[in-house]
């Protein structure tokens, strides 16, 4: 038997890995259109924001933060680059990216410098950055949405093209610069030592300080890089959906914590994989999917996506003897920590 | 992260955190009364009154869980759920011209509702040990779905005028619905100090192992802080079906951290263990007049939450400040200036 491990195939991805395989094969053998490469591309397509997301949350998670305020800090870099290229005449792709990624980075260091100068929990800080993100950005807009965007910016971007008898199958750039920062994230959490010093730090804080992490430049780097995450994130919703929404991205953050979190990374820090975050926002997209093509009322996909989670949670932290055999609780923690 | 120790340190003075935030009440009626003459008038003071028992029964509801070490995001979508099964309820028994019986009936029903969502969570969050965060963040995205699956995103309206009165009235010259909220935060202020119950929360929120080593059934005790602040999302539900004479699911969604900054800026400990009503309540009333005072100056509502943002976060550094003293924050600095070179 080959050993997952070695893959980055732990108890919980390889769950659900099962899960999602299970459904895959339901949704393809009960429904004609869900295993076409139509369907397939356009899911891709849209997950790709919630993943690119993902990855930037899960430094943060692993690091030991939460943050609250990505989605709508990423709304507010959309509106600030959508404003400085027009200012700049036009732009294009290469300076979009550059300041999208500074804006994001900027917005995550006044987290990062809140939370490690003045040693305040990241929940209050970033719930605060929250309101003030958008009171802000609604009271400055006006809640008025941007749809004179320059060319490059809405052109649609085709990375493969093809026809098939259900329709036309499209791979949009969305899902490329989602592959690259996922890349980007496993480099810097899986080959360098600053990842290993994200890990330690999530870990224990104050034993990485005492074997020589710079604590400071590690809040930086997470919150910076979940900053320059969600910058991305926004320059490509944008492209997608052609237009800048500034109340967008509100109650997404909950979301993409909800499906990060069911991948296995731990509130707390210390622990987290890539894959599991890809696996949790996959896992929810192919629900919706799955349900939408079932022909089931769309107001109902919430429900069952949250109950699905809800029982997901209830399984794989602790197992389902414990939730039975409540009274041998404290053996089973003893045991298996 | 928890690079911070030393909060532990200045939690549990009592009175002066009292004092504190009434001088910081007192400030900004002072300053709101100073930047509009219409402030400081009667009227200010009734939509303040009516306003304030939306988010200070959120705010209740939070802040066990929060106590307790834990986090209810499911708050608002609760209380959507409870005031649907009241609506519901109303309904059946003829709308508009529903009897005593069936007000009872529905209010009943509210508040099993909301207590019933609670024990679920609670029953996972005790026994899986699970994070109380994403337990509660599932049961919101549930609820949410749900409340868009019943309703099919419209509202219910149509109650009978007692149910209305209940939201908009006057009793002695006191809004009704403040009065339902003042009744609920004293009962929470005796449960908190005076039973088993809250003295196990603030255990529980220090130390979930010791306070199960020294015999206390924390299965059972979390479960039950979780039922009671379901409990009050239905009371919350219950008071904003009366309020607006409708039920809309997603009513009351940006309350959701509102409380939680509520709950800190009344000094409850991030990290669980400490905090206390009526530092809370005090808190409300400050976000409350703010909020009032901006919307007698002309500022809308987005401008306000970005200022409620602002205000936790200066009153966050400011603790800081306070707590470290000028003389700690140079030693510090020192130390971090030092520790640069030798790196």
Known sequence: MPDFRKLGIGSIEALLILVIAIMVIGLSLSTSTFLTAPNLFDLLNQSSVNIIFAVGLLVVLIAGGIDISFAVGASVVQYLTALTVMRLGGGNWALGFIVSAFFGFLLGSIN??????????????????????????????????????????????????????????????????????VIATWFL????????????????????????????AMHYIAFGWLGMMAGIAGLMQAHYVQEVVPNAFYGRELDVLAAVVLGGARLGGGRGTILGAILGILLTAITANGLNLLGISPYAFKMIIGAIILIAITLSSGGFAKLVGARFTSQSVKASS | MNTSTSHRSFAPHVPADVAGLLGFLALVIAVLSFASDRFFSESTFVSVAFQLPELGFFTLAMLMPLI???????????????????????????????????????????????????????????????????????????????????????????????????????????????????????????????????????????NLEATRYSGIQTTRAVTRIYMLSGLMCGVAGVVMAAQFNSVRVGHGEAFLLISVLACFLGRVDPFGGFGRVVPVVIALVILQVIASGLNLLGANQHLATALWGVFLLAVMLFRWAWANGMSKTLVRKRAAATEGVTQ
Request: aromatic share 10%.
């Open chain 1, 112 to 181: 990062a410098t809140i939370i490690y100068r003045f040693r305040i929990v990241s929940i209050v800080v970033t719930i605060a950055t929250f309101n003030v993100f958008f009171g802000g950005l609604m009271f400055l807009t006006g809640g008025v949405s941007i749809y004179d965007l320059p060319d490059w910016w809405t052109d649609r971007v085709s990375l493969i093209h093809f026809s098939t008898v259900s329709g036309n199958a499209n791979l949009a750039l969305p899902v490329a610069v989602m592959v690259v920062m």
């Open chain 1, 189 to 216: 959490l899986r080959r360098t030592t600053t990842g290993r010093q994200l890990y330690a730090m999530g870990d224990n804080p104050e034993a990485a300080r005492r074997v020589g992490v710079n604590i400071g």
């Open chain 2, 68 to 206: 307790s070490g834990g986090f209810n995001l499911s708050v608002t979508f609760t209380a959507n759920i409870s005031g649907l099964a009241m609506a519901w309820v109303l309904r059946t028994y003829g709308g508009a011209d529903a009897g005593a019986i069936a007000i009872i009936l529905g209010i009943a029903a509210a508040l099993a509702t909301g207590a019933a969502a609670g024990w679920v969570m609670g029953a996972v969050i005790a026994r899986t040990g699970a994070s109380p965060i994403l337990v509660s963040l599932s049961m919101m995205i549930f609820l949410r779905g749900l409340g868009e699956f019943l309703t099919r995103g419209g509202d219910i309206s149509g109650f009978p005028p007692f149910v209305r009165e209940m939201g908009n009235g006057v009793f002695l010259g006191v809004p009704i619905p403040l009065l339902i909220f003042l009744g609920c935060a004293l009962l929470w202020h005796v449960v908190m100090t005076r039973s088993r119950l809250g003295f196990a929360t603030r255990m529980i929120g220090s």
